[in-house]
């Protein structure tokens, strides 16, 4: 089982910046995919964006794109989105995820292990 903490989230006016983190534990991550989920209030968790980690292929939902970019560190066992010009939209609590063997899936049930979340708040 994989082990991810969250954390970065807070408070930011529109047009700002946030860079979440996600730190991974208690497996070696080859052939795993690494996600980024958001569930605002009333909603569906939704897809954000992935990492494949062995081969470094980076995917991303439509609605962030050229805004969000996803990094790793592989030292350190962490995955990073940041967030760029933000919007009250955007405004959700977002998740990492991870699953072994599922290329570059969008799908949250592909998914195994979770982290606990972080709250992101864009203000208008």
């Known amino acids: 089982q994989v082990q991810l903490v969250e954390s970065g989230g807070g408070l930011v006016q529109a047009g700002g910046s946030l860079r979440l983190s996600c730190a991974a534990s208690g497996h070696t991550f080859s052939g795993y995919t690494m996600g980024w989920f958001r569930q605002a209030p009333g909603k569906e968790r939704e897809f954000v964006g992935g990492i494949r980690w062995t081969r470094g292929t980076i995917f991303y939902a439509d609605s962030v794109k050229g805004r969000f970019t996803i990094s790793r560190d592989n030292a350190k066992n962490t995955v990073y989105l940041q967030m760029n010009s933000l919007k009250p939209e955007d405004t959700a609590v977002y998740y990492c995820?991870?699953?072994?063997?599922?290329?570059?899936?969008?799908?949250?049930?592909?998914?195994?292990?979770w982290g606990q979340g972080t709250l992101v708040t864009v203000s208008s």
């Open positions: 995820a991870a699953g072994y063997g599922i290329a570059a899936s969008t799908t949250a049930g592909a998914y195994n292990d």
